[in-house]
């Protein structure tokens, strides 16, 4: 009898999963996926406006000519652009639509330099599917999880000869773009940057949100950059002292995100940092579009003195011909990371590119922190990314002043060539985090 009720219930659940368009894709390898996607919802999806303005327009201007325009303001002067969000969203917004509300009266007072319409942008984690593993693996944290990748990296090797030759080292923060970690982590917590009231310093943009959004990515990713160093559970890359500085993109918990948060966001911690509160001079992007935003150009172009980290991608692309971004832009501050496996091959999921691709870094079944102060493995060029700005932080610990050639060139040249990375990665290059260091001391004493 129970077990024609469990047929039965079973036969119900495929026929509601039929009927509602959910399909689940299988990751491979003994993963499963926990993200279902839906069919193409005819929900409104709402769309923002981002302008650059001549000088000489005042606030009031620019809010009059959006008001015109039926949209809402979301932030002014980000980096030389103000932001709105487009109030109706049911009809989509056009050109047309913002070229007929600037008519000849509104030019008299305003002039547009540059505008651009942006809709929702939707991550993939992995390729296909933009699945992650299905659940976490351990909850142990009484010892020290030592990665398969630290024969390669030589993390544990580079702490020893900053400790033994007793080199000054300053903590700086690493600015994680993604979903939010799990701040109570045991792993996180102690490196979450706290105000004077002891709260996380963090950004997140609270228009049209329901709730906070955690995640086991972005747990996962600012663990590997700078996990608590204290040899149990996860020891990150970065220095023991330095800290993490989370900017939550996800629109609405959507899983979707507005390219304009992260520049908002930034403006953000570059406030709080010309104020005195905080310094950073890395950025962990894990994160691709396919439009050339010309908002996040300008933030990284001004933004010259920090290096941004960015994951080369999980589509198994050539990006010396398949252009996305930021990895195609052309900028002396950017490092791009592929991925490779545990024979260091390049794995692959990953994005390559003779002249895009800088470096590799282990990405491949990657154990890191996950929700509820658990361990998981996970794969992706977004696992790369924060072991590479790891590795960055920690040199810049060295020298907080050093200039981003600098840095680039020690981590360059501290990193190994592998053969099986040629005519894929620029000088089939691995991380190295140990020869880094090392090379960045000498270079510092002479």
């Not at 923002?48 to 000519?65: L, N, S, V």
């Not at 982590?185 to 906070?212: F, Q, S, T």
């Amino acid at each position: 009898m129970k077990n024609k009720y469990r047929w039965l219930i079973l036969a119900l659940t495929a026929i509601i999963f039929i009927f509602s368009g959910i399909k689940f894709f299988d990751c491979g390898e003994g993963e499963q996926t926990v993200r279902a996607i839906p069919k193409e919802s005819k929900i409104p999806k709402p769309q923002r406006i981002i302008i650059r303005f001549k000088e000489g327009a005042t606030k009031k201007d620019k809010k009059d000519f959006f008001d015109k325009l039926g949209a809402k303001i979301i932030a002014q002067d980000v980096f030389g652009f103000d932001i709105a969000e487009w109030a109706s969203p049911e009809k989509p917004i056009t050109k047309g639509i913002i070229n007929s509300a600037y008519t000849l009266e509104v030019k008299q007072r305003i002039t547009i330099d540059k505008y651009e319409i942006e809709g929702l942008a939707y991550r993939k984690l992995l390729p296909k599917s933009g699945c992650i593993p299905s659940r976490p693996e351990t909850k142990i944290r009484d010892k020290l999880i030592v990665p398969w990748y630290e024969r390669f990296i030589e993390n544990e090797k580079a702490h020893a000869f900053l400790e033994n030759a007793k080199v000054s080292l300053e903590p700086n923060g690493i600015v994680i773009i993604d979903d939010g970690p799990q701040m109570t982590h045991k792993d996180i917590e102690p490196v979450i940057k706290k105000n004077e009231l002891g709260h996380a310093i963090y950004w997140i943009n609270e228009h049209n949100r329901i709730k906070k959004f955690m995640s086991d990515h972005g747990t996962h990713v600012g663990c590997l950059a700078a996990g608590y160093r204290d040899k149990n559970g996860i020891d990150g890359i970065a220095y023991k002292k330095s800290y993490l500085l989370p900017l939550l993109i996800n629109y609405n918990d959507t899983g979707a995100f507005f390219v304009s948060d992260i520049a908002i966001g930034l403006k953000y911690f570059r406030t709080l940092e010309l104020l005195g509160r905080i310094r950073f001079r890395v950025v962990n992007m894990s994160f691709h579009i396919s439009w050339p935003s010309i908002i996040i150009y300008q933030v990284m172009k001004e933004l010259d003195d920090k290096i941004f980290v960015i994951a080369a991608g999980n589509e198994n692309l050539d990006l010396d011909i398949a252009k996305t971004y930021p990895p195609s832009w052309d900028l002396p501050n950017k490092i791009v990371v592929g991925a490779t496996r545990e024979d260091e091959h390049l794995a692959y999921f990953s994005n390559y590119g003779l002249n895009s691709v800088d470096i590799v870094a282990p990405g491949k079944n990657i154990t890191s922190c996950a929700l509820g102060d658990r361990y998981m493995k996970m794969s992706g060029t977004s696992m790369a990314s924060p072991i590479t700005a790891g590795a960055v932080s920690l040199l810049f610990s060295m020298d907080m002043n050093a200039s981003v050639n600098r840095i680039k060139q020690a981590l360059f040249m501290g990193a190994v060539s592998v053969r099986f990375l040629e005519r894929k990665i620029k000088y089939a290059r691995r991380l190295n985090v140990n020869l880094a260091v090392r090379n960045f001391d000498v270079i510092l004493h002479n």
